[in-house]
């Protein structure tokens, strides 16, 4: 989306709120863009990408100071839009390697690691991006700004930042030539948190990941 129809014309494009939000709205179209499967062989770099670039803007709005909305209270900003569908595409594309393991605070002593998957965690950035968004668009800056930052905090800065290694960790086992080892039937009640979930990780991550997600090594054979 351009500036142009995102902004007012009169806005400084080195404005803080118009550099975050022109960040934001990329990741938001890119990722929409990657669910829809057109392009499965670049999808993990892809997401990579945009996920540091995001947590780019993260990082500046975690570096400013506190930012207060103009009013006490939240003004409505509607229906949610809906992301499941978005969530649900992300998963069949990222079957073999959704599932990851995570530690939610390092800070934690003794705190084991618990499962996660990819597309739940993109799905929840992009709800998140999206409310702050509808308010950036109603022309309410300071409450989407003020949204962003307490959300970055609350949520998405550490959910992106877990989504980010994940990424990071598929690609470097493709681009060095290290498969992923067969998770010999792990599944994400076996000392891993919570024990309702039934999703066995080991069933569809195949030793091989570079061949189901269209990667190629560039390491020597």
Do not use: C
């Amino acid at each position: 989306m351009s500036d142009a129809t995102l902004h007012a014309t009169n806005q400084n494009p080195d404005d803080f709120a118009v550099q975050i939000a022109d960040q934001i709205e990329s990741f938001l179209v890119a990722v929409t863009e990657v669910a829809k499967g057109d392009e499965p062989d670049s999808a993990v770099p892809f997401l990579l990408l945009e996920v540091s670039q995001l947590l780019l803007a993260g990082g500046r709005l975690g570096a400013h100071e506190d930012i207060v909305p103009d009013d006490r209270y939240e003004p409505d900003p509607g229906p949610e839009q809906d992301v499941d569908v978005l969530r649900e595409n992300l998963a069949r594309l990222l079957d073999p390697v959704d599932v990851y393991s995570e530690v939610f605070d390092p800070y934690e002593p003794r705190k084991a690691p618990v499962p996660a998957r990819i597309s739940d965690d993109l799905a929840d950035v992009m709800a998140d991006l999206r409310h702050g968004m509808v308010h950036y668009r109603a022309g309410r800056t300071t409450e989407a700004l003020w949204w962003w930052q307490f959300s970055y905090f609350s949520n998405w800065g550490s959910t992106a930042s877990a989504t980010l290694r994940a990424l990071h960790s598929v690609l470097a086992h493709v681009r060095l030539n290290q498969p992923l080892a067969a998770l010999d039937g792990l599944d994400t009640d076996q000392g891993m948190g919570d024990d309702t979930l039934e999703i066995e990780a080991g069933a569809v991550m195949a030793e091989e990941i570079a061949g189901p997600l269209g990667l190629r090594s560039s390491a020597p054979q």
